[in-house]
């Protein structure tokens, strides 16, 4: 079993930056394929990025690219998202998850634990 708390969230202006942090419980965390999803007001739950076990591979949806990037610390438990250039469409609920497979994916159903969310919101 694993637990996942995220934090990190808050408000934001247009092209600020923000960072989340998920930490995981668990001494198997390094295991893990670890992803943030993410749900803004009205719409289903999305894909944002996902990272391996040992971070060698990272997956990010095309919306993100290039702004976003997903790090981990396997020392913590911990798996980091870096958000910057944020506009107003970046705001939801971000969800950390975890996935016993070495692959990345980002199907959520492909995910075995979530955690509780942390609010994102992006003015502008």
């Known amino acids: 079993q694993v637990q996942l708390v995220e934090s990190g969230g808050g408000l934001v202006q247009a092209g600020g930056s923000l960072r989340l942090s998920c930490a995981a419980s668990?001494?198997?965390?390094?295991?893990?394929?670890m992803g943030w999803f993410r749900q803004a007001p009205g719409k289903e739950r999305e894909f944002v990025t996902a990272?391996?076990?040992?971070?060698?591979?990272?997956y990010y949806a095309d919306s993100v690219k290039g702004r976003f990037t997903i790090s981990r610390d396997n020392a913590k438990n911990t798996v980091y998202l870096q958000m910057n250039s944020l506009k107003p469409e970046d705001t939801a609920v971000y969800y950390c998850?975890?996935?016993?497979?070495?692959?990345?994916?980002?199907?959520?159903?492909?995910?075995?634990?979530w955690g509780q969310g942390t609010q994102v919101t992006v003015s502008s």
């Open positions: 998850a975890a996935r016993t497979d070495f692959r990345t994916s980002h199907l959520q159903h492909e995910y075995n634990y």
């Open positions: 668990g001494h198997t965390f390094s295991r893990y394929t």
């Open positions: 990272i391996s076990w040992l971070g060698g591979n990272t």
